[in-house]
Nanobody, 116 residues
Framework: QVQLVESGGGLVQPGESLRLSCAAS????????MGWYRQAPGKERELVAT???????NYATSVKGRFTISGDNAKNTVYLQMNSLRPEDTAVYYC??????????WGQGTQVTVSS
């Protein structure tokens, strides 16, 4: 069983930064992709950023140039560096890991609130 534990969420003001962490229970290189998704109240869960085993990254248009996804295999951890945060970035952020077509895992989520 794979476990994903997110941390790093919190309350920040617009323009500030946060770094989210997702600690996996196994090597992140074992996953085909890992990523971050978010869900705001009353909205569907949406993709924020993904990173493949080979290091290729993909970002939602709304976060390009502000957010950066990266991984540290020595720590079994994937990060999401979020800069220039906006109120519309407020959501619960979830870590995702894909081991195979039939093995897709989620963390419990961490709240990010951007408000003045």
């Amino acid at each position: 069983q794979v476990q994903l534990v997110e941390s790093g969420g919190g309350l920040v003001q617009p323009g500030e930064s946060l770094r989210l962490s997702c600690a996996a229970s196994r090597s992140i290189f074992s996953f085909y992709t890992m990523g971050w998704y978010r869900q705001a109240p009353g909205k569907e869960r949406e993709l924020v950023a993904t990173i493949t085993r080979g290091g290729s990254t993909n970002y939602a248009t709304s976060v390009k140039g502000r957010f950066t996804i990266s991984g540290d295999n020595a720590k079994n951890t994937v990060y999401l560096q979020m800069n220039s945060l906006r109120p519309e970035d407020t959501a619960v952020y979830y870590c995702n890991a894909v081991l195979s077509v039939k093995a897709n895992y989620w963390g419990q989520g961490t709240q990010v609130t951007v408000s003045s």
